[in-house]
């Protein structure tokens, strides 16, 4: 359709031209195109930031910056794609600059102030946070507020800003989970358990909610499987994971049957769980 959009485009152009050879044809033409490669390079950037590997998406966006280096959307692409690689120190380095721009925008703030919390910038990325006004109301700028207010251990405010971020996205999986280990490492295990539960009900994809879900419950010395959807190696993983917890509280005869349940459960060699029975039992031998 894309394409089909682009000949009729391309077509009408041609027929312009047909009509005569004066100037206004002329900058009737290059406007014409000009709109078309707008719509081509629009898409494309699209793709770029959504579904293209991130390292691809990075050289292009550098390609693009420095064949347009005023161009801000070019750099913003940048940031994001490295963000999205995995390459967070570069990331900060770009966002930067972007946020330093006359026409940095606060979402362009809210970006940098992620950027630096991936490179384990809380401070400047407080400070960066501290620069968007109170008015300025998104899902992203909550969520890092909340995770910032957690590095300070300001739990009151923490809590407020996740329950705010909660409330502002339909996806709340990933921003519920992060509440819910922030609950995890202040030992309120009963309230960390909801919030798990909760991010699965919305994500039965996540299984790093899962895998706090049963670290959880085993700080409660609850050594069952939590009721949530999972696969069989899912399954073996967590009753690994609640094996572990059950050594770490003392309760070593249910940890070492966790343990073996885990590796049979397992449809392939389960090195991990064999690793650390053996280490168990080793240890009791000694």
Not at 46 to 54: K, Y
Not at 67 to 83: A, N, T
Request: charged share 30%; hydrophobic share 40%.
């Amino acid at each position: 359709m894309r394409h089909l959009v682009v000949m009729l485009g391309i077509g009408s152009t041609l027929l312009l031209t047909a009509c005569g050879d004066s100037d206004f044809d002329k900058a009737e033409v290059e406007r014409s195109m000009k709109g078309v490669n707008v719509i081509d390079e629009t898409n494309l950037n699209d793709i770029m930031l959504t579904v293209a590997d991130p390292n691809e998406a990075v050289e292009y966006f550098k390609r693009a910056s420095k064949q347009e280096p005023d161009r801000l959307d070019f750099k913003r692409g940048l940031g994001k794609s490295l963000v999205r690689a995995g390459r967070a120190t570069e990331a900060v380095a770009v966002w930067k600059k972007i946020a330093n721009h006359n026409d940095a925008t606060d979402d362009d703030r809210i970006d940098y102030a992620d950027a630096l919390i991936r490179t384990g910038d809380w401070d400047g990325a407080e400070t960066e946070l501290d620069k968007i006004p109170p008015t300025f109301e998104t899902y992203k700028r909550y969520r890092l507020e909340a995770m910032v207010a957690d590095s300070n251990r300001e739990w009151d405010r923490a809590d407020a800003f996740y329950e705010t971020a909660v409330g502002l996205t339909t996806k709340p999986s990933s921003v519920l989970n992060n509440w819910g280990y922030s609950k995890l490492t202040r030992g309120d295990f009963k309230d960390a358990e909801g919030l798990f539960v909760e991010a699965v009900t919305y994500d039965s994809s996540l299984f790093t909610a899962k895998n706090n879900l049963a670290l959880a419950r085993g700080a409660q010395r609850n050594y069952d499987l939590p009721v949530v959807p999972m696969t069989q190696i899912e399954r073996a993983q967590l009753l690994h994971t609640l094996g572990l917890s059950a050594i770490k509280q003392g309760d070593e005869a249910i940890g070492k049957g966790l343990l073996r349940e885990a590796i049979d459960t397992h449809p392939q060699h389960f090195e991990a769980a064999v690793r650390s029975l053996r280490a168990l039992e080793t240890n009791v031998t000694n």
